[in-house]
């Protein structure tokens, strides 16, 4: 299901208290729908945003709730709560559609300012046609609303010779310990019993990496509806916790964020990859308490992020990133090489998804992988420690370069549904420098981030 | 034409007012009189004025053609042979009547002393809003639509269970103070739709006078206080299974505590109520002073233009200041444009508010989920169908509107009927024939009573009024009336033959009383038989007059939005809930079920009390 974004910037004047004095007034303001905006239906969407009042100071945390029904009731109402000068305002107004005057009647926003209920002050804001329009109708968004929950769910159908993984991988922003959690259902494909394993592990900022398996056991009949649930461990939307050799956790995950497609969506539902790679909540904060034998973390609002694969097996080779860059953004690269036979002399596969301000890069996750018709496919380059991923579309490029400290690596044996090995090189304490350009005559640096200690990697090969 | 400045061409009215009075310059009184007439046209809304100024061009062309030369350039002579000839036309002098009543109310006014200005009272206080000073939008938990006696008492009710209560009225607060020292007449464009000149179509038509103000027809009623009588509220329960009915005892109680009814004391009942006593009981028939909403009433005889004293308990007096006391505002000037209705939800709509017109154009909204609709019986068909909500094929029938008219008894003696209480006895002795007289003294000219004669005749009538005593009589009609329009309202009503020979059996019984009471001679107010010196005389006038040439007014239109359990019937349920929207109650004049047969205020604000109470708050 797809929701609605937009924005709109209203100018007018307000008459506040019984000074009986006009002041100008600019509102602007987010407007975010959990459904498509259908204009003949009646549309409820949140609204965020700033107030200005000439002379009056500003309030820069304006919330509340606006009703689109333009035709079906005639009616575009804004309801909005903020403070201003220690006091609690609540603005109410609404456009009252008429088709004898569309124009004006779609365009100014009549409204009475309440305070404890009492009307205290009226005003009247004007949506400006002329330089308003074009920037008000180019914002409109219309992005998925997808319960992260859904992606939670087994997808394992019984068939042999596959593998599906929960992961998650956070940092703990008090001491900078990073944490991996991997819940891993392997059906082999000899067609013997399915079992459910996997490990958990920390990267301290100082001292060793410490890990401990837990499995394997088997997956049990009927399997769970929600997530992992296995060998004592759970990974469910919204709770980790389990234990396994001196760790045990107890985490809860609040997703902040809306779903994050590494691979394409389609390949999650039909898996004519060789495997789909997706995370549920593309930013989610930890809170709770692990322990790895040695010390205990308590995690308030850590940083991370689940993911889940579903597929065949590994790849013959891959590189991996997490980042979460600050204020909403994150950037996930998976680039691989499939495990299958013609396909294993290709360079790898760039999945590179960058959600920065609110919108995702590349639209599409096959323009990173395939370019366009194979032409300006992004590339990686992964060469011990160190790997980089590089890119461009047509007026942005981005590189990305990742460095994985030795100390604050783990080792660890891959085994296939089919038996072969792979090994994995993890670090949830890399480092990452990520250089994003725009072209504006030349190219110009649009933003830069460099994470020291912060970064998720992983680099696996046979 | 004596007030006509020198070189100043004398105007068709003056003309016409001249000759109409018989005005020879030797009245004094009468050269103000064209000045009163313009202004009272003023009032008027433009299809009547554009009427009545039809009738004196028409009037005016006929002396030229008779004469060469208009109306006011006739000396009194010729403008009184010109009269004369058209009071000699039968089919004329019905027409004639019509031009005479704003003639007569400028007339009677001006003939009239000033009253004395009594010191005007403090009302108790009302939260008045202008609506040019209500915001552009705004919200309330319910907005009642009308400030009379049924939405008065649904904004009470409701302000007290705690809502934020809007009452939205299209008339102005026209405080006690404000009647004090002001003629009579000017209160009456005032304080009436239409400057009073609203009128049912039919053969014959009705004067249907509604008033406009906050407090609604209660500022300009009689202050008569009828229960509902015990048959009519078992029909609305049993036959209409109307639920308000149920519980109206108690609902009434409830009215006459907050109007504080009582029994007229007779000290300032008046002669024309006295004769109306004598009268009855020489006859030996059912009567007595009637029960009101007046204590202390001081007998000015100004209720149905408000009464200057304050005695009489309108609503604005009685009702409003409660519910303003709890909360309630009221915005005046304001007409409500359309319900608002959300439809796009399952089921049916459900309304969301009102859209409201300012007097100087402009437009305000109130959000509300409650909206309680008290415009009028007249009023309220065309709100619901303005607002898309008059689906309901029945809305705006089944209108029953107390056909009345009145007959004057001349005496000997000064009768002074300006002086005692405007309404003040009822004879019920026919009352089980559906007909209830009143003895009905209104100020000069207001009187549905039309004086007959034009020129010098019409002009002694008006000098000896004085002698005059005036009863008035309604009928329990048939719901034979329609109200159409959704602009404005279009009221047809075909009076049924039954209560046309009703109407004609309520003269005869009015010149009894009169007679009894030692009236010399009887004034019908029908233009073909106008006068009878007795009994007899007056029983063969009747027997010559059909119900048609009677001279009609009603006062009192209820049903259009009648509340009933049978869907098809009536437009609103048994609980007073509009079918086909949640969230509009009816709770007006409109939504009773059949004719009250008694002054309807205590019912309707009986049923509207009933009516909110049941709704959940």
């Known amino acids: 299901m797809r929701g609605t974004s937009f924005t709109e910037t209203l100018y007018g004047t307000l008459r506040l208290g019984a000074d009986g004095r006009d002041r100008r007034v600019r509102l602007d303001l987010r407007a975010e729908a959990d459904e498509v905006l259908r204009p003949h239906r009646t549309t409820t969407a949140r609204l965020s945003g700033r107030l200005r009042i000439a002379g009056s100071g500003e309030s820069p945390d304006v919330s509340g709730e606006l009703e689109i029904s333009p035709i079906a009731r005639r009616r575009i109402r804004y309801r909005l709560s903020f403070r201003l000068g220690g006091r609690s305002l609540a603005l109410d107004g609404w456009k009252s559609v008429t088709w004898r005057h569309p124009v004006t009647s779609m365009t100014v926003l009549p409204f009475t300012l309440y305070e404890e209920g009492a009307g205290v002050g009226a005003g009247t804001l004007c949506f400006p046609l002329t330089t308003g329009l074009l920037p008000f109708l180019l914002g409109f968004r219309f992005p998925r609303r997808e319960d992260p929950a859904r992606y939670a769910a087994p997808r394992w159908d019984g068939s042999p010779g596959r593998t599906e993984v929960w992961y998650t991988t956070l940092t703990d922003p008090a001491t900078g310990t990073g944490v991996w959690l991997h819940h891993e259902l392997t059906a082999p494909a000899d067609g013997s019993a399915p079992v459910a394993h996997g490990w958990v592990a920390t990267f301290p900022r100082e001292g060793k990496v410490r890990h401990a398996r837990f499995g394997p056991a088997p997956w049990p009949v009927p399997g769970p509806a929600d997530g992992f649930r296995a060998a004592g461990v759970t990974s469910t939307p919204g709770q980790l916790n389990g234990a396994a050799g001196d760790f045990h956790w107890d985490l809860t995950e609040e997703a902040l964020d809306a779903p994050l497609f590494t691979f394409p969506r389609w390949s999650w539902w039909r898996p004519l990859l060789p495997a789909a790679h997706l995370l549920p909540a593309a930013r989610a904060a930890y809170h709770g308490a692990l322990h790895d034998g040695e010390r205990t973390l308590t995690l308030r609002a850590a940083p991370g992020a689940s993911a889940r694969i579903h597929g065949h097996g590994n790849a013959r080779r891959w590189a991996w990133l997490h980042a979460d860059l600050g204020a909403g953004d994150v950037l996930e690269i998976v680039a691989a090489t499939a495990n299958r036979p013609g396909l294993r002399r290709l360079p790898p596969l760039v999945f590179l998804r960058l959600r920065h301000r609110g919108r995702t890069w590349p639209r599409r996750p096959e323009r990173s992988a395939a370019g366009l018709l194979g032409v300006g496919r992004f590339s990686a380059r992964i060469d011990g420690p160190e790997w980089t991923a590089t890119g461009r579309t047509a007026l942005r490029r981005i590189r990305v370069e990742v460095s994985r400290p030795a100390d604050r690596t783990l080792a660890l044996e891959y085994r296939d549904p089919d038996g072969s090995r792979a090994v994995c090189r993890n670090s949830e304490g890399a480092d990452a420098r990520i250089l994003l350009e725009r072209w504006w005559g030349r190219w110009r640096t649009e933003a830069a981030w460099t994470l020291h200690g912060t970064a998720h990697t992983e680099v696996g090969d046979r | ?617």
């Not at chain 2, 020292?181 to 009073?196: I, K, N, W």
């Not at chain 2, 959300?342 to 509300?368: C, H, N, T």
């Not at chain 2, 030692?518 to 007899?536: K, N, S």
Request: glycine share 12%; with cysteine.
């Open chain 2, 1 to 617: 034409m004596r007030t006509r400045a020198p070189g100043r061409a004398a105007t068709a009215s003056e003309g016409f007012v001249a000759a109409l009075l018989g005005d020879g310059g030797d009245i004094p009184w009468a050269a103000r009189v064209p000045a009163r007439f313009e202004a009272t046209l003023a009032a008027l809304p433009a299809p009547v004025r554009a009427a009545v100024r039809g009738g004196v061009a028409a009037v005016d062309a006929y002396a030229r053609v008779r004469t060469g030369r208009p109306l006011a350039a006739l000396n009194a002579g010729e403008r009184e042979s010109v009269v004369a000839e058209l009071g000699r036309r039968p089919g004329l002098v019905p027409l004639l009547d019509l031009l005479k009543v704003p003639v007569l109310l400028a007339a009677a006014t001006e003939r009239a002393a000033p009253a004395p200005a009594p010191e005007p009272p403090k009302d108790p206080p009302l939260t008045c809003v202008p609506a040019a000073h209500w915001p552009a939008r705004s919200r309330a938990d319910a907005v009642v639509v009308g400030s009379g006696a049924g939405g008065a008492v649904a904004a009470r009710v409701l302000a007290r269970a705690g809502l934020d209560v809007v009452v939205v009225e299209e008339g102005e607060h026209h405080p006690t103070s404000s009647f004090a020292g002001r003629a009579p007449l000017e209160r009456f464009t005032d304080l009436y739709r239409d400057g009073g000149a609203s009128a049912a179509f039919g053969n014959p038509p009705l004067l249907l006078p509604v008033g406009r103000a906050v407090g609604g027809t209660t500022v300009v009623n009689s202050g008569t206080c009828y229960r509902t009588p015990p048959h009519v509220q078992a029909r609305w329960s049993g036959r209409f299974g109307f639920a308000p009915a149920d519980e109206l005892g108690v609902r009434l109680d409830e009215a006459e505590a907050l109007l504080r009814v009582a029994v007229q004391p007779l000290d300032v009942l008046g002669a024309n109520g006295r004769l109306a006593l004598a009268g009855a009981a020489r006859l030996g028939w059912r009567a007595g002073p009637l029960r009101r909403n007046a204590p202390g009433c001081a007998g000015s005889c100004q209720c149905v233009v408000g009464c200057p004293t304050g005695a009489k308990q309108s609503v604005q007096l009685s009702v409003l200041p409660d519910a303003c006391a709890a909360g309630a505002r009221i915005v005046t000037g304001a007409r409500v444009r359309r319900i608002l209705a959300d439809r796009d939800r399952p089921g049916l709509p459900r309304a969301a508010g009102v859209r409201v017109e300012r007097p100087g154009g402009g437009a305000f909204e109130i959000l509300s989920g409650l909206v309680v609709v008290a415009a009028g019986a007249l009023h309220t068909p065309g709100l619901l169908r303005r607002s898309g909500l008059g689906g309901h094929p029945r809305l705006g029938s089944n209108l029953s509107v107390h056909p009345a008219t009145s007959v004057a008894g001349r005496f000997e003696e000064p009768v002074r009927s300006s002086s005692g209480v405007l309404q003040s006895v009822g004879i019920e002795e026919l009352h089980d024939r559906g007909i209830l007289l009143e003895a009905t003294a209104s100020p000069p000219g207001m009187s549905s009573f039309v004086l007959p004669g034009l020129g010098r005749a019409l002009r002694r009538e008006l000098e000896d009024a004085d002698r005059l005593a005036v009863l008035g009589a309604m009928i329990a009609d048939r719901p034979s009336g329609r109200v159409t329009g959704r602009d404005r309202a279009l009221v047809r009503y075909a009076l049924h033959p039954r209560d046309g020979r009703r109407l004609l059996t309520a003269v005869r019984a009015m010149g009894q009383v009169l007679f009894a009471a030692g009236a010399q001679e009887v004034l019908t107010g029908i233009p073909r038989a106008p006068r009878a010196r007795d009994q007899r005389e007056l029983d063969e006038l009747l027997a010559k007059v059909t119900w048609r040439q009677l001279h009609l007014s009603a006062f009192h239109p209820t049903g259009t939005a009648a509340g009933g359990a049978d869907p098809e019937w009536a437009p609103v349920d048994g609980a007073g809930r509009l079918r086909g929207v949640h969230g509009v109650l009816v709770a007006d004049g409109s939504v009773l079920p059949s004719c009250p047969e008694v002054n309807p205020q205590l019912s309707i604000m009986a049923v509207a009390s009933a009516v909110a109470h049941a709704h959940p708050t």
